[in-house]
């Protein structure tokens, strides 16, 4: 049988590493991977599902009872660990339903410490609708290519239901997402649940035969990595696929950090989407207003029995995974750190934005986070590095308004030391004062209106002049975007908010990994101030593990409002994609 040449391509899983697709292989060393299988589905009843299953040798195969070729069904590529990709849709017999098939994909995950905010950041971010509202861009002669998400099959959109039904308990009753690893998908569980219970029986069977007895470490087999998030688009005329490896921030202990299978594994990655929580960060407390620190940072790290009855104690844990994280991150040797030649996307989120914005709104200084100067220092050590970078040929790849109004200014002072110095530190202070506004600091993170930055006189007003930084509103950011040729070009905003992002992680104690990593020439960094629930929360009484606005007067966002940053992040997340 030929079968569509859908997903050819992708020979290894996005989300374990394991094989995808092939023949069963063994690795450079010898070893035996665990097989690829081919997994039919047909039926109209979830977990009921009548299926077959085969190696793409097909030197074996098992089917339930009621499996029958002819019927109309869904083909997918299950790969080595139980991780399911549609392939095609059998429309009736033999014809392939050809519509479903991708002419682009790309693989990311997204990392973090325990109660990060990982789902709810994914998923708001996923349900942005990239178009451009408003006139002017109505009589453009480049029009933005339109993005449309495409929900094309029942099991790959699964995962991302998931989430959506528990976001809806946020919204509804206040019960915060749970732990990311949901005995629903981990693919032990996700495949009896959705196709069969006796489907995982029958493929541990078959793996057994084509590997010998004793390959298969059944206590550990689809229990590690949860089924990926499938999106797919249409980007103009092309269609794509985003798998999205939401990993589980409890999986993240010392042992599995040191562990050289993930540290390659994270290194395959394309897009790396690293959640950094300030709400845990031992500097973040003292940002806080006094009189709603504690119960604000209590309800913004998934209150529960151990948050309610020893705050300080989980705090102090979850800071200790998520350094732990960034040490793996940056480090400078070992598996994670190879160059393998592909360019890596590494986007850091620092996620509950809100909470900063509730600061600056009750009074609080934003050179009041982290240590004294830290957040200038941060945004003028990523200025540097991007106006180094992309000094020479690189300039293409950077707007003509960014290079003019930031980047072209600092670098044509690099023949001075000094001087550079002061004119890197002028353009930080402004993009930090600017923002230390509560308005402006929520324009850039939320609203997405256009605004103007000034750029005060250095000391020596003739070689350090005053000069402003047009902001563009987000309709303009995401139509500059999605204008044809653009997909890799760094935009003014995405520069304004990586730059202020830099700070913060700074001041936020995360100076010399962050300096690592800028420093590594396989990686493109930038940097996010996202809040997936806007508003930030309070617990709904002392002991409770249901939250609120802080506001009362307020409610969580649809999953669909629009966001600045979670608008800006899903673009570079399809930047590979986008012509």
Same mark, same amino acid.
């Given at each position: 049988?030929?079968?569509?040449?859908?997903?050819?391509?992708?020979?290894?899983?996005?989300?374990?590493?394991?094989?995808?697709?092939?023949?069963?292989?063994?690795?450079?060393?010898?070893?035996?991977?665990?097989?690829?299988?081919?997994?039919?589905?047909?039926?109209?009843?979830?977990?009921?599902?009548?299926?077959?299953?085969?190696?793409?040798?097909?030197?074996?195969?098992?089917?339930?009872?009621g499996?029958?070729?002819?019927?109309?069904?869904?083909?997918?590529?299950?790969?080595g660990?139980?991780?399911?990709?549609?392939?095609?849709?059998?429309?009736?017999?033999?014809?392939?339903?050809?519509?479903?098939?991708?002419?682009?994909?790309?693989?990311?995950?997204?990392?973090?410490?325990?109660?990060?905010?990982?789902?709810?950041?994914?998923?708001?971010?996923?349900?942005?609708?990239?178009?451009?509202?408003?006139?002017?861009?109505?009589?453009s002669?480049?029009?933005?290519?339109?993005?449309?998400?495409l929900?094309?099959?029942?099991?790959?959109?699964?995962?991302?239901?998931?989430?959506?039904?528990?976001?809806?308990?946020?919204?509804?009753?206040?019960?915060?997402?749970?732990?990311?690893?949901?005995?629903?998908?981990?693919?032990?569980?996700?495949l009896?649940?959705?196709?069969?219970?006796d489907?995982?029986?029958?493929?541990?069977?078959?793996?057994?035969?084509?590997?010998?007895e004793?390959?298969?470490?059944?206590?550990?087999?689809?229990?590690?990595?949860?089924?990926?998030? @499938?999106?797919?688009?249409?980007?103009?005329? !092309? +269609? =794509?696929?985003?798998?999205? #490896?939401?990993? *589980? %921030?409890?999986?993240? /202990?010392?042992?599995?950090?040191?562990?050289?299978?993930?540290?390659?594994?994270?290194?395959?990655?394309?897009?790396?989407?690293?959640?950094?929580?300030?709400?845990?960060?031992?500097?973040?407390?003292?940002?806080?207003?006094?009189?709603?620190?504690?119960?604000?940072?209590?309800?913004?790290?998934?209150?529960?029995?151990?948050?309610?009855?020893?705050?300080?104690?989980? @705090?102090?844990?979850?800071?200790?995974?998520? !350094? +732990? =994280?960034?040490?793996?991150? #940056?480090?400078? *040797? %070992?598996?994670?750190? /190879?160059?393998?030649?592909?360019?890596?996307?590494?986007?850091?989120?620092?996620?509950?934005?809100?909470?900063?914005?509730l600061?600056?709104?009750?009074?609080k200084?934003?050179?009041e986070?982290?240590?004294?100067?830290?957040?200038?220092?941060?945004?003028?050590?990523?200025?540097?590095?991007?106006?180094?970078r992309?000094?020479?040929?690189?300039?293409?790849?950077?707007?003509?308004?960014?290079?003019?109004?930031?980047?072209?200014?600092?670098?044509?002072?690099?023949?001075?030391?000094?001087?550079?110095?002061?004119?890197?530190?002028?353009?930080?202070?402004?993009?930090?004062?600017?923002?230390?506004?509560?308005?402006?600091?929520?324009?850039?993170?939320?609203?997405?209106?256009?605004?103007?930055?000034q750029?005060?006189?250095?000391?020596?007003?003739?070689?350090?002049?005053a000069?402003?930084?047009?902001?563009?509103?987000?309709?303009?950011?995401?139509?500059?975007?999605?204008?044809?040729?653009?997909?890799?070009?760094?935009?003014?905003?995405?520069?304004?908010?990586?730059?202020?992002?830099?700070?913060?992680?700074?001041?936020?104690?995360?100076?010399?990994?962050?300096?690592?990593?800028?420093?590594?020439?396989w990686?493109?960094?930038?940097?996010?101030?996202?809040?997936?629930?806007?508003?930030?929360?309070?617990?709904?009484?002392?002991t409770?593990?249901?939250?609120?606005?802080?506001?009362?007067?307020?409610?969580?966002?649809?999953?669909?409002?629009?966001?600045?940053?979670?608008?800006?992040?899903?673009?570079?997340?399809?930047?590979?994609?986008?012509?």
């Amino acid at each position: 049988m030929t079968w569509s040449h859908n997903l050819n391509q992708l020979k290894r899983c996005p989300a374990c590493d394991d094989d995808l697709g092939v023949p069963p292989s063994h690795a450079e060393d010898g070893a035996w991977r665990r097989p690829s299988l081919l997994l039919e589905v047909c039926g109209t009843e979830r977990g009921a599902m009548e299926w077959r299953l085969s190696s793409f040798d097909n030197a074996v195969e098992s089917q339930s009872k009621g499996y029958h070729r002819s019927r109309p069904g869904w083909v997918y590529r299950m790969c080595g660990d139980g991780h399911v990709f549609l392939d095609h849709i059998r429309m009736t017999g033999e014809s392939v339903g050809t519509e479903w098939t991708v002419d682009d994909f790309d693989v990311a995950a997204t990392i973090g410490g325990v109660a990060a905010g990982k789902s709810y950041l994914v998923l708001r971010t996923l349900h942005q609708q990239l178009s451009v509202s408003g006139l002017p861009h109505i009589t453009s002669p480049d029009r933005p290519m339109q993005v449309n998400s495409l929900t094309v099959d029942w099991l790959e959109d699964t995962p991302l239901q998931v989430l959506l039904q528990n976001y809806r308990e946020t919204e509804e009753k206040g019960l915060p997402l749970g732990p990311t690893v949901l005995r629903t998908t981990v693919p032990f569980h996700f495949l009896s649940a959705n196709i069969s219970p006796d489907v995982v029986p029958a493929l541990l069977e078959l793996q057994e035969k084509l590997g010998g007895e004793g390959h298969l470490d059944r206590s550990s087999w689809g229990r590690r990595i949860r089924q990926p998030i @499938l999106c797919r688009y249409q980007i103009g005329g !092309r +269609r =794509v696929l985003v798998a999205i #490896a939401d990993l *589980a %921030g409890e999986q993240f /202990a010392k042992s599995a950090l040191e562990d050289d299978y993930h540290q390659r594994l994270l290194r395959n990655y394309g897009t790396l989407t690293w959640v950094i929580d300030p709400a845990i960060a031992k500097p973040f407390a003292a940002f806080m207003p006094e009189d709603t620190a504690e119960e604000t940072i209590a309800a913004s790290v998934r209150p529960g029995e151990s948050v309610n009855n020893d705050l300080r104690g989980v @705090l102090n844990q979850r800071n200790a995974v998520q !350094r +732990r =994280v960034a040490g793996t991150l #940056a480090q400078e *040797a %070992g598996a994670f750190a /190879a160059n393998i030649g592909a360019r890596q996307h590494v986007l850091v989120c620092i996620t509950k934005m809100d909470l900063v914005h509730l600061g600056l709104r009750r009074g609080k200084r934003l050179d009041e986070l982290g240590a004294p100067g830290a957040i200038v220092k941060g945004a003028a050590r990523y200025l540097a590095e991007l106006a180094v970078r992309f000094s020479g040929p690189d300039r293409r790849m950077v707007e003509d308004a960014a290079l003019h109004s930031i980047l072209d200014p600092i670098d044509r002072t690099r023949h001075e030391p000094n001087l550079f110095e002061a004119t890197v530190r002028q353009f930080a202070t402004a993009i930090v004062e600017h923002h230390a506004n509560p308005d402006a600091w929520w324009n850039l993170v939320h609203v997405g209106g256009g605004a103007v930055i000034q750029v005060r006189e250095g000391e020596h007003s003739s070689v350090l002049p005053a000069s402003r930084i047009l902001l563009p509103s987000l309709d303009s950011h995401i139509a500059g975007a999605l204008t044809p040729y653009q997909s890799a070009v760094l935009r003014t905003r995405d520069l304004v908010m990586s730059a202020l992002g830099c700070g913060i992680a700074f001041a936020l104690g995360f100076e010399q990994r962050v300096e690592s990593m800028l420093g590594q020439k396989w990686r493109d960094v930038r940097f996010f101030l996202c809040s997936p629930l806007e508003h930030a929360p309070v617990r709904v009484a002392a002991t409770s593990e249901l939250i609120e606005p802080q506001d009362a007067s307020a409610v969580f966002p649809d999953v669909d409002e629009r966001s600045a940053a979670l608008s800006q992040l899903l673009l570079c997340l399809l930047r590979r994609m986008r012509p």
